[in-house]
Each structure stands twice: as C-alpha cells, then as structure tokens.
C-alpha cells in the first residue's frame, strides 16, 4: 500500500478527542513524579491557587498548586527559590499545554534553604528589626517569667531546675509545638498572648518571656525562622530572651529577640540573678556601710578631741570679759548719780521762775490783756454794723426814688397788655385789646376803644386812643 493510501485509511479526531487522548496519555505515563527546579513567575491568584514556573537552564514546567493544598503546604513557593515538588503531570486542554499539578513543595537541599534564610534576614534587616536601639533591657529580678516551649520536653524541666537552683520565680508556660507545620502560628500567638495579658487578668503578665527548644538540624528550627514569629517577637513589650538550639545554632529569632542566649539553660541564668550572691551581696554592702558609718563616727570624735585642745579653758575665755563687766559696772553707778545731778540742776533753773506769786502775776496780766482785747472786739464791732447800717438806709432811700411805685403814686399809670408786655405808646394799643391799668393802690382792667394814630386808614383822621 502506497503511502498517501495508508495515510487516507488513518483515523479523524476532533480538537477535543486529540486532547483527552493525549491526557489520558501524559497522566498515564506520569502519575506521580519529583521535579526539581526555580520558582519563577510566581503569582497568587484571588481563588487561592498558585501559579509558578519551574525552570532550570534549558526548559520551563508550568506548574499550579489548587487552593486546598497551598493552604496545607509546608514550604511556600517563593520567587528564585531552588525546591522539589512532588505531583502530577497533566495538559491542560485550553492553551495547548502541560503542566505539574503540584501537591508537596520541599526545598532543594541544605543550600537552598540556607539561602532562603538570609534573603528573609536581609529583608528584616533592612526594616530595622534586628537594630540595637530597640532592644529593652532586662528586668533585674523578674517576679513572673513566661516560658514558651514544649510542655514535654527536657527544655523546660532545664529552664525550671536552673531557676530553682539560683532564685525561684513564679513561672508561666505556654505550651506550642517546636517544630512542624504549625510551630510557628503557635508560637507567634504564644508570645502575641503574653503581650497581652493586662492587669486585671487572672493570670499575671510576665516581666521577662524566654522562647526555648532544644537543638536540632535546620529544618528543624525552621519554625524560629519564619517571618510571623519574627515579628510576633518585634511587636512585644515585654523584654525577650531566645533560647533556640545550641550554642552553634542561629535563627532569625535571635537577632530581633533582647538577648539571645546559647542554651535554654544560659537563659534561664539570664533572667535571674544567683539567690546565695546576691544575698551575700546585700550582707557585704552592709558590712561595708556600717564600717563607713563607725569609721566616720570616730573620725569626727578625734576631730572634736582636737579642737577640744586647741580651745582655752573657760576661766581664761571669760576672765577678760568679766573684768570689762566689772569696770563697766562702776562706771555706770558714777555715770547714773552724775546724770541725776546735771537734771537736778537743769530742773530747779526751770522751776525758779514758777513761783506762786510770780504766777498769778502773770495769769492777772493776761487776763487784763485779755479784757482790753475784748473792748477793742467789741468797739470794732459796733462801729461796723452803724456803717452798714447807713450804707442800706442811703440804697433803700436810692431805690424809693427810682421805683415806678413812685411814679404811681405821683398820679401815673402802668398800661400793660393782656400778653403782660408794657404798652409805652398809644402806636401799640389795638382797637378792643384788653388792658390792665396799674395804678399806685390797685391795677384796673379796661379795654382801648379806637386805635393809635395812622392805625385805621378809612378814616379821615385818626383818633386819640380811649379807653373803656
């Protein structure tokens, strides 16, 4: 058979029989295989599955993890990691390709995991965490201590002999697993939780939290070097000791804790000072303080001692003094009779004059003075009020002779208008306009009859004012 005939009798496929065939065909063939590779192209998509490229120098594996089993892995896929991950091929029909259905992810050897270590460091680094300037100090005796490790291992058995052995203090435990999947979630939460604590909780919050486990291989301490206990540790307010491993081992914990410390052991000698010591301490600074004080005590009498000596003796310190008292004493009796006299003196000059005659001699003077005075007063007085009273008589004689009332009595009268207004001139009386005639007795009312002169133009010639 030729071969356009053979290639006439071949089967037809549909593009989605081609498809499942050749499904069917790679999943056969490759149930379940460990491929090693670089995370590369690494994205989280919003339904909870991962998408990465696995890829060495000449090939690329696409690879997806579904959202049920990222949630369980141990070891997240991270961008330029080196890891081995375990699944199933498959194709995936829509774009034509194959893919890894991953279900485990495992770092690729001790290098790879040593390199995902100081990538994470360096990144916590350069936030600042690991700084000197935010590490707290340590309390000097702790009243309660809080402990974070397994509950049966020889950690804490250690940590609560060497506590017992140098000063007993009330221990807290807060029991986590060390290692596994969920070491660190528990641990991060332990160490959150003491942070937590307030006064009024019924359990006490710790002065001092020690986070300890035992020694292992890296992977696993792996726990103590994921990011979420890092920072649980950063974010505490209560001073930290880490207690990770032996004394070769270190994890990210020990940078960012306020003191690391070799052992579980070594911390718990941290946290507490030495009973014994420190009470032979307190007995020694006693010692010392009373030898200082009894010290001083004689120090200062042997100076009083001295000075002592050095002073007079009390008759020779006021034999002086006494003498210039005696002295002036004396002189103070002459200096009182002698004052006596001199006042005796000045007071009898004073008195001589205040003879009884004398006096009533002057006493009669004055009161001769005295009466000579008064007649004087009163004469004065008297020729005062006879010229006043002849200066008022010559105005009240002035005003008589000026008044109108003489006038009036003279045969005059006072014309006033009914505004009270004087009429001087017949000009400004008005015909019918009530006057009021003031005479010297009595004052009339009247009323004009006519007008002043020129007043009334129709007649012929004007009339002398009347009254009525």
């Known amino acids: 058979m030729s071969e356009p005939a053979r290639r006439a009798n071949l089967p037809e496929y549909s593009v989605s029989e081609i498809a499942a065939a050749l499904k069917r065909t790679v999943e056969g063939a490759f149930p379940f295989v460990r491929v090693r590779g670089e995370v590369g192209g690494l994205k989280f998509h919003s339904s909870g599955h991962v998408y990465f490229d696995l890829k060495d120098e000449k090939a690329v594996l696409n690879a997806v993890v579904w959202r049920a089993t990222a949630l369980t892995l141990k070891q997240k896929p991270e961008q330029g990691l080196e890891v081995i991950c375990t699944g199933r091929i498959s194709t995936y029909a829509g774009s034509s390709r194959y893919q890894l259905i991953v279900e ?12 995902l270590i100081e990538e994470r460091k360096k990144k916590l680094a350069a936030e600042g965490l690991f700084a000197e300037s935010r590490k707290k100090k340590l309390p000097f005796l702790p009243d309660v201590i809080g402990v ?72 696993d301490l792996m726990a103590f070097n994921e990011e979420v206990v890092v920072r649980a540790v950063a ?65 200062r009498h042997k100076n009083l001692l001295a000075l002592a000596r050095a002073l007079p003796r009390a008759d020779q310190l006021f034999a002086s003094v006494r003498q210039r008292f005696d002295h002036a004493s004396e002189c103070l009796v002459h200096g009182l009779k002698r004052n006596a006299e001199v006042h005796r003196r000045a007071l009898l000059e004073i008195a001589a004059p205040l003879r009884p005659r004398s ?18 007063i009163e004469r004065c007085e008297r020729a005062q009020l006879r010229t006043s009273r002849e200066q008022l008589e010559g105005a009240a004689r002035l005003l008589e002779t000026v008044s109108h009332k003489a006038v009036l009595a003279r045969g005059f009268a006072l014309v006033k208008g009914a505004d009270g207004a004087i009429r001087r001139r017949a000009a400004a009386v008005a015909h019918g306009e009530n006057l009021s005639l003031v005479f010297a007795d009595a004052t009339v009312e009247a009323k004009a009859k006519g007008t002043g002169p020129g007043s009334n133009p129709s007649r012929g010639k004007p009339e002398q004012g009347k009254l009525l």
């Open 104 to 115: 485990q992810v495992e770092l690729a050897g001790l290098g790879a995991l040593m390199a």
């Open 148 to 219: 974070i490790t397994s509950p049966t291992g020889a950690v804490i058995r250690d940590i609560m002999h060497r506590l017992d052995a140098r000063f007993p203090r009330r221990v807290l435990l807060w029991p986590v697993a060390v290692q596994g999947e969920r070491a660190a979630i528990e641990v991060a939460a332990a160490i959150r939780g003491f942070d937590a604590l307030g006064p009024l909780d019924a359990v006490p919050r710790p002065d001092v939290v020690i986070v300890a486990r035992g020694g292992g291989s890296i992977e």
């Open 235 to 299: 974010e505490s307010t209560i001073p930290l000791i880490s207690a990770v491993g032996h004394e070769t081992d270190t994890t990210l914990i020990d940078f960012v804790a306020d003191r690391r410390a070799p052992t579980p052991t070594a911390a718990a000698e941290m946290a507490v000072p030495v009973r014994n010591e420190l009470v032979g301490f307190t007995l020694d600074l006693e010692r010392r303080n009373f030898r200082c004080f009894s010290k001083g005590v004689d120090d």
């Open 359 to 376: 006096v009533s001699n002057r006493i009669e003077s004055g009161i001769a003075r005295l009466q000579a005075l008064a007649h004087r």
